[in-house]
């Protein structure tokens, strides 16, 4: 059944996938001029809802996307935060806020559990195996502006793990990288 966009189909089939997460963490605060966050984290689905990539009917055969139930799937990975605000090191009752943070995770998302030849043992496509920010943040009782870095690492768009489609919609996300800025005053 392929109805409104010719490139992209919903199985009629699709059912709610099930699953399960489970997480082991730690987390604290030294004063308030230092927290931190570590988790590691296991995540199950039992037939994911996902992306793959088809071919059409002749005489054309034209890839198209089409969701469904994929495969079962599992994320193993380990996340983690940490915020040190030098202001409040230097002066603990100081209304200023000058601190630095890095957030990180590192992530396996495969594809289990399949006869599909086409998946088996492939990447969850849209999850990126390295994920990290960084950036600055400055706060006044008015003032408030923040510099971040982010950093995100190739990963695929669909299941079958494609490298590049005819479509050009399809592939490889290559690795990239953002800067964010941005700055508030209250009057």
Request: charged residues 25%.
């Amino acid at each position: 059944l392929r109805i409104v966009n010719p490139n992209f189909s919903v199985d009629p089939d699709l059912k709610d996938e099930k699953g399960f997460t489970a997480d082991l963490g730690i987390r604290g605060k030294k004063g308030e001029y230092f927290s931190y966050d570590l988790s590691l984290f296991y995540i199950a689905y039992k037939g994911r809802i996902g992306q793959i990539l088809k071919a059409d009917q002749p005489p054309l055969y034209l890839d198209y996307r089409l969701r469904t139930n994929v495969s079962d799937a599992r994320n193993i990975g380990v996340e983690s935060f940490m915020e040190f605000d030098i202001m409040k090191a230097i002066r603990p009752r100081s209304i200023q806020s000058f601190s630095v943070y890095i957030n990180g995770a590192i992530v396996d998302a495969k594809y289990v559990n399949t006869e599909e030849a086409s998946i088996k043992n492939k990447k969850v496509e849209m999850v990126p195996p390295i994920m990290l920010r960084s950036g600055l943040s400055y706060k006044t009782g008015v003032f408030n502006s923040s510099i971040q870095f982010s950093h995100l690492r190739q990963h695929f768009t669909d299941a079958t793990n494609a490298v590049r489609t005819a479509t050009a919609v399809e592939g490889l996300i290559p690795s990239y990288q953002v800067m964010d800025f941005s700055a508030a005053y209250r009057w």
